[in-house]
């Protein structure tokens, strides 16, 4: 079997908009602090770190638009902003794994973020579980808008959620005996 690519689903044009005001936010800090009256070395420390949040944040946003899962034989790559997992096929329960909609009463409930980036629209990072089921307390997201997502377990303690173009693809393809 070749590597199978599944595209996640890419930000929608209002979350966009948050996102690059949020980007354009930041780099007016950057302008401000260019004609602010700070010492030297104050004004260097936190220009620099303005720089750095603004190179991330916009790493990210690029990043969102190029996410995707791969799967080969043995292994599944998530392929996402600030987190690139890589798992053993053996480590992922597909028999468990089903296309639920985050609002409904079967899916998981999430009580907090942890680590990660959250904007209306879109939800990336590690999510503490409101509801603790089989020995998992966690999951890793990577979800946009408010469609149909992929609830992946894993034997690794968490589970995946995922926003995919076409998470009945990844499921039939999880789910497909290989050789």
Known sequence: MDTQVFQLTTLDSATSAVFLSMLLGVALLLVLL?????????????????????????????????????????TMYVDIPLYRVELPRESLVASQARIVNLDEDDAPKLSYRSNGVGLPGYSLGWYK???????????????????????????????????????????????????
């Open 34 to 74: 260019k004609v602010k009256p700070l010492p030297k070395g104050a004004k260097y420390a936190a220009s620099g770190m303005v720089i750095a949040v603004l190179g991330l944040l916009s790493w990210v946003f690029y990043k969102a638009h190029d996410a995707n899962v791969r799967l080969t034989t043995s």
């Open 129 to 179: 579980l409101a509801e603790v089921s089989d020995k998992t307390d966690k999951a890793l997201l990577s979800v946009t808008g408010d469609g149909q997502v992929l609830l992946l377990p894993t034997t690794e303690g968490y589970l995946l959620i995922l926003s995919l173009e076409k998470p009945e693809a990844l499921l039939a393809s999880l789910l497909a005996p290989t050789l």
